[in-house]
Nanobody, 123 residues
Framework: QVQLVESGGGLVSPGGSLRLSCAAS????????IVWFRQAPGKEREGVSC?????????????TYGDSVKGRFTISRDKAKNTVYLQMNNLTPEDTAVYYC???????????WGQGTQVTVSS
């Protein structure tokens, strides 16, 4: 069964850190581009960070970040665990949102979403 499961969300104080996980089952994340999105109440879903597919061609797992998280968030892959992480440091209340991971395949057109994990930054 194909599944993406996010975890690691929670309540954290401003300036704190969290590490989100996006674990896949039923398929390998290695040839998928993974994007972390977030959606805050009353706002549109926005892209946070992306790690490109790693297929040995031109695409070597390069990463990109939204301007609002650049320098604070880090996306990474763990091939052995078939998991992508989002390390979030120096969190602010503006980072409060439901965070989703998306896996999309250039080759097959497959597109999978997780169920989301809530991140709340508050004192």
């Amino acid at each position: 069964q194909v599944q993406l499961v996010e975890s690691g969300g929670g309540l954290v104080s401003p300036g704190g850190s969290l590490r989100l996980s996006c674990a896949a089952s039923g398929f390998s994340l290695d040839t998928f581009t993974i994007v972390w999105f977030r959606q805050a109440p009353g706002k549109e879903r926005e892209g946070v960070s992306c790690v490109s597919r790693n297929d040995g061609d031109r695409h070597d797992g390069s990463t990109t970040y939204g301007d609002s998280v650049k320098g604070r968030f880090t996306i990474s892959r763990d091939k052995a665990k078939n998991t992508v992480y989002l390390q979030m440091n120096n969190l602010t209340p503006e980072d409060t949102a439901v965070y989703y991971c998306n896996a999309n395949s250039f080759y097959s057109g497959a597109n999978y979403w997780g169920q989301g994990t809530q991140v709340t930054v508050s004192s």
